[in-house]
């Protein structure tokens, strides 16, 4: 009887007092376009990036240059919290504030205004002219020929009552190695 009874008051207060989560689904084409960078760079192993890229008719020294570059670019730094106790103290790097603003802007203007600061400002004009260039490319590429995969995907994870903040940019990169 105990058990029954403790069970219906939990069952009461879970529902009366939970939050509904939701999804808030969002593509960032700026984000896309850095990890299809970050994976033609020289050092990643291969995957369905290179392979297109390599099979593509941007696959010439320009373009190889402007990766090359890319993959130059100092934009890892690490910040240490010491002032925060011993539980709380998580590692904070630069790339990783980059993506979030990545996310969070509309576009590359805006991206680079809330970057300032973070790293070098020659380091961040190089980047944004760099996502500028490969931006048609990975259109063409990458995010053209698997959009109507990618919108029905999106559809089908974009339930009305789970939820949590999403930011899609590297997903057409596990689909396309999942159908190697």
Excluded: H
């Excluded at 709380?88 to 969070?104: F, G, P, S, W």
Aim: charged share 25%; with cysteine.
């Amino acid at each position: 009887m105990k058990y029954r009874l403790l069970l219906t008051f939990l069952f009461l207060i879970t529902f009366a007092f939970g939050q509904k989560t939701t999804f808030n689904i969002k593509y960032s084409e700026q984000l896309a376009v850095f990890v299809f960078m970050q994976n033609l760079s020289e050092n990643y192993r291969e995957n369905a990036f290179k392979t297109e890229f390599q099979k593509s008719k941007y696959n010439n020294d320009n373009y190889k240059n402007i990766i090359s570059k890319f993959d130059k670019l100092i934009i890892d730094c690490s910040y240490a919290f010491d002032e925060f106790p011993y539980g709380t103290k998580i590692l904070m790097q630069t790339r990783d504030i980059l993506k979030k603003n990545l996310i969070e802007t509309k576009n590359l203007n805006d991206f680079k205004l809330r970057s300032i600061g973070i790293v070098p400002n020659k380091t961040l004009s190089d980047l944004t002219e760099m996502i500028s260039t490969f931006t048609p490319i990975y259109n063409e590429l990458i995010y053209n020929p698997n959009r109507v995969q990618f919108e029905k995907q999106l559809m089908e994870i974009s339930a009305p009552n789970l939820g949590v903040v999403m930011a899609v940019g590297s997903w057409l990169a596990l689909k396309k190695d999942d159908q190697s």
